[in-house]
């Protein structure tokens, strides 16, 4: 596994390809990008007790530090692609010299945000599918390239035999293939179902927060707020509580729909014809991630509790390499369950969508457990609320708030139950589970790479097991959770012939 | 009972952990509970009187640690099990809360030992057994240092004699 690492021999003959540098223009984006995130401090230095020469000399400092370092990234950054490998040398002081097999590229992720699509520029993050040891994936970066040049790679990184490369094809139409899947404005209905709205305001009200209080303005002495304030004082209460809801509301609402148009703005799903996936997406940043179809190992259906009730879902891919970043496996985004569905379909190249499937309920044990579960833990805090407040250290509300909640973990219990369920169709194992995030997931059974069968004591008293399908992909295990201890092994056991045979044991009838 | 009595069962891999194994997760527990319990013992010699309820706290963690250090070893001891075919290697850990694993050889990527500094003394050491999957390795704990290298030395050769690219 070493050898992959570090200074490989040089790959023989043919004719070495050039080393290229990253595009020029990444020496201005690179302090832009960065003199942004300092732009505040600077200012406020600057005019906050007025200037005096250090602090120019400072900020000239700061910014000469800034251009040479991308001038310095520029000079020791080069990489090549060569037959066999992609390599990359970075870095002045500290030399890095990383060099991968190309068969081992498994997902390209372009990513420009705003700055870098004014000057034309792609970052590419070339994912690797191999595990560090410390759970983190092996990637490499090229920050940043031309948009032609990142166009380029991501065509060549995931060509693999140039004998698949396109023989003319006459059906396929001008403009590329239709899309598996692409944005629907009627899906905008489901953003606020998403708690990004929530995530949203509190970024917000976070960074006003941080900026009153680098502007040096007290919040109480704030004008608009000091208005607000008076008002609240001088109105009836219930009225106040209607507003506030109201306001945070169309705060959080509005919020969603922003942050859905934005990280989804000209959303595509296509199949491109060098065997990968591609997502593209985004309206200010644009993002287009390529995964390998050969490396898909399955899918997974998520949805959140608020989605669900809606009848929405997101559709994410389950794969090797999808490391780069967050939101790299997303396949589709909150959108209509049965969209989902069809999607999930369409990208296994399965019909019906193995995520359909009817799946097997698991036993009444297992409902026993997760209620339990879900009530031991809030009885327990309504319990010791109660006690303080009867010792007298805490106010009676709390108790009183944590009893009322009782009913809905019982819900939640019920509800993790009712969701649990796991199948096995040809070519998949299905197992879905969770309530306040339902996930199906499809996993390849010719993914799985080994069992994880868990058992818990409690789990051993209820002949319940928690059985782990082990993956390349993804998460690197997917769970069968409180699966009847025997059902639970038959299908460990169907699902990849031979693997588990040799360790099981059928107990006499009778 | 009738539940779960149903359809295949897992049967026990063929081979025990080292008997010294029960040592060594006496005194690893031991040493845990006794960082636990110095700073405690030190702060009831110096504020015992101020505050009656260290004295509980003490007592609780001596009954706790006591009861987990008597009784975990045994314990670990009768489930830690492992076995390693021409196939696979199968392997049961865990006491109050158990785990199988099962990895194929075609898919392994990398066989280690691994010595604590008590291991050393006691001459055991652990065998890690990576494949592809982000799940952690299967690990063997408490295997003779002799039975351990053997270990290593079979899965070598069967990896190298497998086909498939671990993934």
């Known amino acids: 596994m070493t050898a992959a690492d570090g200074v490989m021999p040089a790959p023989p003959p043919p004719p070495e390809p050039d080393w290229h540098r990253l595009d020029a223009r990444m020496m201005a984006v690179k302090p832009v990008t960065e003199a942004a995130g300092l732009l505040l401090p600077v200012i406020l230095v600057m005019f906050v007790g007025g200037l005096s020469p250090w602090k120019l000399w400072g900020a000239a400092a700061v910014a ?89 790679l991501r065509q060549v990184l995931l060509r693999r035999a140039p004998a698949r490369e396109t023989a003319p094809d006459e059906e396929r139409p001008a403009g590329g293939n239709p899309p598996l899947a692409a944005l629907d404005h009627r899906w905008l209905r489901y953003a606020p179902l998403t708690l990004s709205g929530l995530v949203a305001v509190g970024a917000m009200t976070g960074g006003a927060f941080q900026l009153l209080q680098q502007l040096d303005i007290d919040p109480r002495h704030f004008g608009p707020l000091e208005e ?65 179809e050969q490396r898909l190992r399955g899918v997974s259906l998520s949805e959140p509790l608020l989605l669900r009730a809606g009848g929405g879902a997101r559709c994410g891919a389950v794969g090797t390499g999808l490391g780069t970043g967050e939101g790299s496996e997303l396949l589709l985004p909150p959108a209509p ?76 219990g019920l509800d993790r139950y009712r969701n649990l369920g796991h199948a096995l169709t040809s070519r ?37 097991a928690t059985i782990g399908a082990v993956t390349a992909a993804g998460e690197g295990v997917y769970e069968v959770l409180d699966v009847d201890l025997g059902d639970g092994l038959a299908l460990a056991d169907a699902a990849v012939p031979d693997l588990l045979a040799p360790f099981l044991e059928t107990p006499e009838p009778g | 009972m009738a539940k779960g009595d149903t359809g295949p069962r897992l049967r026990p891999p063929r081979h025990r952990a080292s008997p010294r194994a029960i040592t060594w997760w006496t005194i690893d527990a031991a040493i845990g509970w006794l960082v636990l319990l110095l700073p405690q013992v030190v702060a009831l010699l110096v504020w015992g009187s101020a505050k009656p309820w260290l004295t509980l706290t003490v007592i609780g963690t001596l009954v706790v640690g006591a009861l987990h250090t008597a009784v975990m070893p045994q314990w670990r001891y009768r489930v830690h099990r492992w076995e390693a075919t021409r196939e696979a290697v199968f392997a049961r850990s865990g006491w109050f809360n158990q785990e199988w694993r099962i990895a194929p050889v075609s898919r392994i990527q990398t066989v280690d030992t691994e010595r604590g500094a008590l291991q050393q003394l006691l001459g055991l050491a652990t065998v890690t057994v990576t494949t592809a999957s982000a799940a952690g390795p299967v690990k063997i704990a408490g295997l003779d240092v002799r039975t351990a290298q053997e270990l290593v030395d079979e899965l070598t050769r069967t990896t190298m004699a497998t086909p498939g690219d671990a993934t």
Do not use: M
């Open chain 1, 337 to 412: 369950l049965s969209e989902a569905h069809r999607v999930a379909g369409e990208v296994l190249r399965c019909d019906p969508p193995p995520t359909t499937t009817s799946l097997r309920r698991h036993p009444a044990a297992a409902r026993q457990r997760r209620l339990i579960r879900a009530l031991v833990p809030s009885l327990v805090v309504a319990v010791v609320l109660a006690a303080g407040a009867w010792i007298g250290w805490l106010p009676h509300w709390p108790w009183l708030v944590a009893v009322v909640a009782v009913p809905f973990f019982a819900w939640l």
């Open chain 1, 428 to 464: 998949y194992v299905v197992s879905r589970g969770g309530s306040l995030l339902r996930t199906t997931v499809a996993l390849q059974r010719t993914g799985v790479i080994g069992w994880r069968i868990r058992q818990s004591f409690f789990q051993r008293l209820a002949g319940l």
């Open chain 1, 228 to 292: 607000a304030v008076r008002w609240a004082a001088e109105t009836a209460l219930p009225v106040v509580v209607g507003a506030v809801v109201l306001v945070l509301l169309a705060l959080v609402i509005g919020g969603a729909f922003v942050i859905y148009v934005v990280q989804y703005w000209h959303f595509r799903l296509t199949r491109e014809d060098d065997g990968t996936l591609r997502v593209r997406r985004g309206l200010l940043t644009t993002r287009s991630v390529s995964i390998e």
């Open chain 1, 64 to 152: 000469a530090a800034l251009v040479l370092s991308g001038l310095f990234r520029w000079l020791t950054t080069s990489y090549r692609i060569s037959e066999t490998h992609v390599q990359l040398h970075s870095g002045l002081l500290v030399r890095k010299e990383r060099s991968v097999p190309r068969d081992r590229l498994r997902t390209v992720d372009v990513t420009s945000d705003l700055i870098h699509r004014v000057f034309g520029l792609s970052i590419v993050k070339v994912g690797t599918g191999r595990n560090d040891g410390a759970g983190s994936e092996d990637e490499l970066t090229l920050d940043a390239v031309s948009a032609a040049e990142a166009e380029r």
